[in-house]
């Protein structure tokens, strides 16, 4: 079983930055990428960042207006979640998802479907 743990989240002000973790275990030899969604209460799921496993690609959603960056840690099996220049609307449940199908081109890794294995998700809040 595919293990990822999201940490990280709280409570942040309006214009503040977060730094969320998504460590990755028991993972398949076939793993390609990692990716973060987030959904707000009464909302659909967002795609906001994902990251190859082999190369480091990135591919950030044009939405978030370079807000956000995504990273990952080899040594440590962890991809991260860059915040900044927080809003309200950035209010969420946040959640990493890994994915074991391969896929070549600029967009893929964007929808939920793509994505077998889930964390459990963390809560950030921000304050205006």
């Known amino acids: 079983q595919v293990y990822l743990t999201e940490s990280g989240g709280g409570l942040a002000q309006a214009g503040g930055s977060l730094r969320l973790s998504c460590s990755v275990s028991?993972?398949?030899?076939?793993?390609?990428?990692v990716g973060w969604f987030r959904q707000a209460p009464g909302k659909e799921r967002e795609f906001l960042a994902v990251i190859r496993w082999s190369g480091g690609g990135t591919r950030i959603a044009g939405s978030l207006n370079g807000r956000f960056t995504i990273s990952k840690d080899n040594a440590k099996n962890t991809v991260y979640l860059q915040m900044s220049s927080l809003e309200p609307n950035d209010t969420a449940t946040y959640s990493c998802?890994?994915?074991?199908?391969?896929?070549?081109?600029?967009?893929?890794?964007?929808?939920?479907?793509?994505?077998?294995?889930w964390g459990q998700g963390t809560q950030v809040a921000v304050a205006s």
């Open positions: 028991n993972y398949p030899s076939n793993i390609y990428a």
């Open positions: 998802a890994l994915s074991p199908y391969s896929c070549s081109g600029e967009r893929c890794y964007g929808h939920e479907g793509d994505y077998p294995h």
